[in-house]
């Protein structure tokens, strides 16, 4: 798995206006743990790859018949989409 975050941090880093949410999702229904999982994911992220920890969101939920950590990108659409624009009329 760290191979797999060293590459999620480079991304992250890569694209330095994205909003990340790290969710830890468990079976059990016992939100603390998947919290407590999500915010461990989050302080290596911070730690070892440098990401920005303003940006990052830690989020624990029940995960149905499914234990997990997903790591969400957000990317800024606005400016996406506003430099999208800009490239079409050129």
Sequence with gaps: SKELLQKIGE???ANPKAAI???GMN???ELNIALK???MVSNELIATYAVDGSRIY???QDGGFKEAI???IHPDYKAFFEQAKKDAKN
């Design 11 to 13: 991304l992250l880093n």
């Design 21 to 23: 949410t790290v969710v």
């Design 27 to 29: 079976i059990t229904g």
């Design 37 to 39: 999982q999500a915010a």
């Design 58 to 60: 830690v989020h624990g």
């Design 70 to 72: 997903q790591i969400r």
